[in-house]
């Protein structure tokens, strides 16, 4: 597939990166994947994450919350930077802002989530501890377009995995985050096709 029909995506972050580590990887790795990540962002301007897309060669950028006084103006410098980009999918990897519906509704259809657990189950945060709690026998995680409501959108793709005995929340997230890896870039090789007007 040539660079202009690559589907031009943006990774947002906040934190260590490994989703987005793995997008990356599969994005540069096959010169057949249907998504190039050109931009990632990130609202906390330390995030290790960033240091990480650099060392892959890949644009970055911190537009940080905090120098913003409301909401609604870090979104509007969020969604200027990824237009000015060029973007056309947002990928949120471990991104921790809550987007309000005016961010949501401007990139809906082109914004995916991953989220840890097996989608309906388990919206929201703590998802493993959750699990264990609830005593299910299979847990994971999902990517979902996003929509105004939290962890609500159309789920495109999940990875099961089983709670084993012994397991608490630190292992049991170990064992989702692994299979997160394989999960979101082959969810987000769909959204780009499914964007390009291909098969779904
Ligand atoms: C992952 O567990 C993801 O499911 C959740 O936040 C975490 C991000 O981890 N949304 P990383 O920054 O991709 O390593």
Same mark, same amino acid.
């Given at each position: 597939?040539?660079?202009?029909?690559?589907?031009?995506?943006?990774?947002?972050?906040?934190?260590?990166?490994?989703?987005?580590?793995?997008?990356?990887?599969?994005?540069?790795?096959?010169?057949?994947?249907?998504?190039?990540?050109?931009?990632?962002?990130?609202?906390?301007? =330390?995030?290790?994450?960033? %240091? @990480? *897309?650099?060392? $892959? +060669? /890949? #644009?970055?950028?911190?537009?940080?919350?905090?120098?913003?006084?409301?909401?609604?103006?870090?979104?509007?410098?969020?969604?200027?930077?990824?237009?000015?980009?060029?973007?056309?999918?947002?990928?949120?990897?471990?991104?921790?802002?809550?987007?309000?519906?005016?961010?949501?509704?401007?990139?809906?259809?082109?914004?995916?989530?991953?989220?840890?657990?097996?989608?309906?189950?388990?919206? =929201?945060?703590?998802?493993? %501890? @959750? *699990?264990?709690? $609830? +005593? /299910? #026998?299979?847990?994971?995680?999902?990517?979902?377009?996003?929509?105004?409501?939290?962890?609500?959108?159309?789920?495109?793709?999940?990875?099961?995995?089983?709670?084993?005995?012994?397991?608490?929340?630190?292992?049991?997230?170990?064992?989702?985050?692994?299979?997160?890896?394989?999960?979101?870039?082959?969810?987000?090789?769909?959204?780009?096709?499914?964007?390009?007007?291909?098969?779904?």
């Amino acid at each position: 597939m040539s660079g202009a029909e690559k589907v031009r995506t943006a990774v947002l972050i906040s934190g260590r990166g490994s989703n987005m580590a793995s997008l990356i990887a599969a994005a540069q790795g096959d010169p057949a994947y249907p998504a190039a990540i050109t931009l990632v962002v990130s609202n906390r301007p =330390g995030a290790g994450g960033l %240091a @990480r *897309a650099a060392e $892959a +060669g /890949v #644009a970055t950028d911190a537009v940080d919350h905090k120098a913003f006084p409301d909401r609604e103006t870090f979104e509007r410098a969020l969604d200027a930077r990824l237009r000015a980009a060029e973007i056309e999918l947002v990928a949120l990897a471990g991104f921790m802002r809550v987007l309000t519906p005016w961010f949501v509704t401007r990139w809906e259809g082109r914004l995916l989530n991953i989220h840890p657990s097996l989608l309906p189950a388990f919206r =929201g945060v703590d998802t493993h %501890a @959750r *699990a264990l709690a $609830a +005593g /299910v #026998a299979e847990h994971g995680c999902s990517v979902h377009y996003v929509t105004p409501e939290l962890d609500a959108g159309p789920v495109i793709d999940r990875e099961t995995v089983p709670v084993l005995p012994g397991d608490d929340a630190a292992t049991l997230a170990e064992r989702v985050l692994a299979r997160e890896h394989v999960l979101y870039p082959r969810a987000l090789a769909e959204a780009a096709r499914r964007l390009r007007g291909g098969q779904s």
